[in-house]
Nanobody, 119 residues
Framework: FQLQASGGGLVQPGGSLRLSCTASTVTLRYYAIGWHRQAPGKKREWIACINRSDDDRTYLDSVKGRFTASRDNAKNTVYLQMDSLKPEDTAVYYC?????????????WGEGTQVTVSS
């Protein structure tokens, strides 16, 4: 199956965006969901994981305290709330899914969404 990340856009430094990760043919509550990003000219990096049980999350140090991952199982959607955005957060953001308790290498991926932080 394929995932779809959405909710990106252009935002000023210090602003907020909420990204969504959805899937049309599977139930995301059975998957650990990872968030990743790839900035221009850089390798893709993992930034957050929400575990399958929805009782824990892990974050890259540079986004800890600013980004928050959450689930809405009724909407079959996983969110990444991004606050206090910085120009260095500019990237294409992706979500991935692993049918395990915690995120792995990302067995399923989807299209990304562009986030641009600029004044």
């Amino acid at each position: 199956f394929q995932l779809q990340a959405s909710g990106g856009g252009l935002v000023q430094p210090g602003g907020s965006l909420r990204l969504s990760c959805t899937a049309s043919t599977v139930t995301l509550r059975y998957y650990a969901i990872g968030w990743h990003r790839q900035a221009p000219g850089k390798k893709r990096e993992w930034i957050a994981c929400i575990n399958r049980s929805d009782d824990d999350r892990t974050y890259l140090d540079s986004v800890k305290g600013r980004f928050t991952a959450s689930r809405d199982n009724a909407k079959n959607t996983v969110y990444l709330q991004m606050d206090s955005l910085k120009p260095e957060d500019t990237a294409v953001y992706y979500c991935s899914a692993d049918e395990t308790e915690w995120c792995g290498v990302g067995h399923y991926w989807g299209e990304g969404t562009q986030v641009t932080v600029s004044s």
